[in-house]
């Protein structure tokens, strides 16, 4: 992955160190444990919501100076009340919600969606419960709609080398995860850990209303001009999944919204 491509195309949106917003309404749609921390018990629920340090790293860098508030359904309604849409591996959207989400961007709105194909995180509970996260990227129809897809790095690998799988360190034959060491990518100063990151492509939008999409160099990152608003998409989720945050996630992220808030255009 060429790391210092992605260094400059997560900057490009402007000088380093990427102001924090203030005053701004989020909304966070999100099968990660970001707003709240599923729990096993009612005797769970109770310690972890005394206790400040079962607040995610994310809430507590947006929440400073923001309000973030949780989206379990988008519709013009609820999304008309937001200026900023998080959305880090959600679940399937409804054909209703991606209407309305398509929408929203193209009358000015600017979403984050973080798409990654394949989550490295051991699951906490077992296999099947709805308390899991998301563990593959279910965003294929709005991505379509905005003329992208998105290929996992086991597809990428298994393309180049139909063979590859038992001798990869990090993946298996049948395309599970096994290890992986993270990628650091810098962002003067800031850091996004990446494992087995995904890859965006272009394709033609889905429905034949135009988008204009750019893939950053390594194609971890597209930032897509949609209508009146913007949308910034992210391969990968693995600084999302980490609770304490990873190094200098907080800046890594601001640099993200650094890009999501520029106009379309820019």
Known sequence: MAIAGVMAALLMAGTPGAPEAKDTRFGLMSSLPIYRMPQASVADALVVGGDATGVHWLRRVVEANNSLDPVDMLDPAGLARLDTLLLIQPRALTPAENVALDDWV????????????????????????????????????????????????????????????????????????????????????ATIPVTLGGHFALRAPAGGAPADCELREARLIAVCDIGEGRAVLLADATMFERSPAPSDAPDAFWALMGMVRDEPGE
């Open 106 to 189: 193209r009358a000015g709105g600017k979403v984050l969606l973080v798409a990654d194909p394949m989550l490295v995180s051991e699951p906490t509970f077992a296999l099947g419960d709805p308390r899991n996260p998301q563990a593959i990227a279910v965003s294929g129809p709005i991505l379509a709609r905005w003329g992208l897809t998105l290929e996992s790095e086991v597809d990428a690998r298994h393309r180049a080398d139909p063979g590859i799988g038992g001798d990869d360190p990090g993946i298996e034959r049948d395309g599970t995860h096994r290890h992986a060491d993270d990628e650091m990518l810098d962002l003067e100063g």
